[in-house]
């Protein structure tokens, strides 16, 4: 028997149990663990995979006819309640789409994880981890040490601490949201009143849960962003983009009507873009090629010059002696 079976009958074990188990039953229970001090090394690795992977292994008394002897007075358990998604009621082919879409681009998980974040919330909802497990991805996303702790979070409306860029936050997160390469948190920023995006990898340590139910989140809470250069953490700053008519139509249903600061009578158009990603802003900009202009402010025109500048010397060839290089 592979781990990854064992894995599976450990889960399901611990939760049609109904009460606290002792190591010694479970062992009896589930097959592969053998016995003596191998199967206790092994059950120890398993429930510690079991926990990285975000699945609720608990400690509870164990009733005293349960308890075997030499063991201590506490078994395992996974709560139910604590283990299962919500059920979003889906029709069999959707979810056949989610299996496909969780084959087919594997999400970053640690060593630990032997299913994986998105393997194992398919199999909650019903879906099979296991059909072709030789299957090679057709793209890959980058994990993140936080994600796990911040789905639960997310899950069981818990208020989350950590520190960023040199102060302590506390956040009601509303969603997580993958963009740009990076892993980004959306949510109320208590200190500022208002919701802020918050990348994953500038957490200065791993975020701190509070209790559980501890915010109600708004009917509609806020949709994260989808405008690459609003997916930042980056000081906010009102970029005015002056696009020339030939692209002003398209550049208007890019940023929004409401970007929209000045219409001229050559057909262009004045953009006031709210930017917290500079990079992507730059890009943005770069796309429309001679038909945008940084207006404004300043330093961000002057930024956006540097880095043109950066990108002709990079791409300059080099001269030689004997004229120029290719």
Do not use: C
């Not at 975000?54 to 078994?75: C, F, Q, S, Y």
């Not at 084959?103 to 998980?109: D, H, I, N």
């Not at 989808?226 to 953490?233: H, S």
């Amino acid at each position: 028997m592979n781990r990854l079976e064992r894995l599976l009958n450990l889960v399901a074990a611990l939760l049609d149990a109904g009460r606290p188990l002792s190591r010694t039953e479970i062992q009896r229970r589930v097959p592969g663990y053998g016995e003596g001090e191998s199967a206790r090394r092994a059950f120890e690795r398993d429930k510690d995979a079991l926990r990285a992977m975000g699945i609720p292994v608990v400690l509870e008394p164990l009733e005293p006819e349960h308890r075997e002897h030499g063991e201590g007075a506490e078994g395992y358990r996974i709560p139910p309640e604590q283990y299962q998604l919500p059920d979003p009621h889906l029709a069999p082919d959707e979810l056949a789409a989610l299996q496909l879409a969780a084959s087919t681009v594997r999400l970053g998980a640690s060593s630990a994880s032997a299913l994986g974040e998105a393997g194992m919330a398919i199999w909650k909802l019903g879906g099979a981890t296991g059909a072709a497990p030789a299957a090679v991805p057709v793209a890959a996303l980058p994990g993140s040490e936080h994600l796990v702790a911040l789905f639960a979070a997310l899950g069981e409306r818990r208020t989350v601490r950590f520190g960023y860029r040199g102060a302590e936050r506390l956040v009601d997160p509303f969603r997580l949201s993958y963009t740009g390469g990076h892993w980004y948190l959306i949510g109320h920023d208590h200190a500022r009143g208002e919701v802020r995006n918050f990348r994953l990898d500038r957490m200065e340590a791993a975020p701190r849960t509070g209790d559980a139910g501890a915010f109600e989140r708004p009917p509609h809470a806020p949709e994260a962003t989808t405008a690459p250069w609003r997916m930042g953490d980056e000081d906010l700053v009102e970029a005015i983009v002056l696009v020339d008519a030939v692209q002003a139509e398209w550049a208007e249903a890019r940023a929004g009507a409401e970007a929209v600061r000045e219409r001229r009578a050559d057909g262009s158009v004045v953009l006031a873009m709210p930017v917290t990603n500079r990079s992507a802003f730059r890009t943005f900009v770069l796309g429309f090629l001679e038909h945008a202009e940084v207006l404004g402010p300043g330093d961000l025109r002057a930024s956006m010059l540097a880095w043109l500048d950066a990108l002709a010397a990079s791409a300059a060839p080099v001269g030689g002696a004997g004229g120029v290089a290719p």
